[in-house]
């Protein structure tokens, strides 16, 4: 099946500073790519969804300034987290949908984002 | 908007038996999509089984298999021969139809056990 890469893995950051998170389709073009926070033992939630070549559309009350969504290639999406505090500490999921834009969505990894 | 529901936190069976997960969902729309996601402890979302809403036929994948009923709007995960590999996170998403965001809408997730 399709492979989606999301990198990094795990990162630990100071209080006020900013993360980048990678999310990339290896064997397929993602024209859209959404981008989901979750809390421990609860569901995903959806963040934004971005689309490649315009701005992302994010969900009510999820911070665009706080949290800057890139989708600039048809392979890549990134997520940056700007001057995170603790409560930014979770674990953030992307996922994205091929370019025949079928249902089916492939799932990254996942980032636990721990902020100290 | 759409909502997605799972009455379940968390269920516990002993292995080799079956087991059924509970979804129900809210949609005004006709055509639409519906899954069933694994997510086990290494937290990488595993799709289980997907289900075309305009397909009366049950979907079926192995051991994994589901009772959609459309007019209750109700989609319940049957897994049989339950196996100590099947011990994850599960959950029901619902996916708008194709023309909209197509973005996938979660349930709060079952915990499933399978004890030896």
């Known amino acids: 099946g399709a492979v989606v890469s999301q990198h990094p893995s795990r990162v630990i950051c100071k209080s006020g500073t900013s993360v980048k998170i990678e999310c990339r389709s290896l064997d397929f073009q993602a024209t859209t790519m959404f981008w989901y926070r979750q809390f421990p033992k609860k569901s995903l939630m959806l963040m934004a969804t971005?689309?490649?070549?315009?701005?992302?559309?994010?969900e009510q009350g999820v911070e665009k300034d706080k949290f800057l969504i890139n989708h600039a290639s048809l392979t890549l999406s990134t997520l940056t987290v700007t001057s995170a505090h603790p409560e930014d500490s979770s674990f953030y999921i992307c996922s994205a949908r091929d370019w025949g834009g079928n249902e089916k969505l492939f799932f990254g990894s996942g980032t636990q984002l721990s902020v100290l | 908007a759409q909502t997605v529901t799972q009455s379940q936190p968390e269920m516990s069976v002993q292995e080799a038996e079956t087991v059924t997960l509970s979804c129900t969902y809210d949609t005004s729309e006709n055509n639409y999509y519906l899954f069933w996601y694994k997510q086990p402890p290494s937290r990488q979302m595993i799709l289980v089984i997907r289900?075309?809403?305009?397909?009366?036929q049950n979907a079926t994948e192995n051991r994994f298999s589901v009772n959609f009923q459309k007019a209750a709007k109700s989609f319940s995960l049957k897994i049989s021969d339950s196996q100590l590999g099947d011990t994850a996170m599960y959950f029901c998403a619902f996916m708008e139809p194709s023309g909209g965001a197509q973005k996938l809408v979660f349930g709060q997730g079952t915990r499933l056990t399978i004890n030896p």
């Open positions: 289900q075309e809403a305009y397909k009366q």
């Open positions: 971005s689309n490649e070549g315009s701005k992302a559309t994010y």
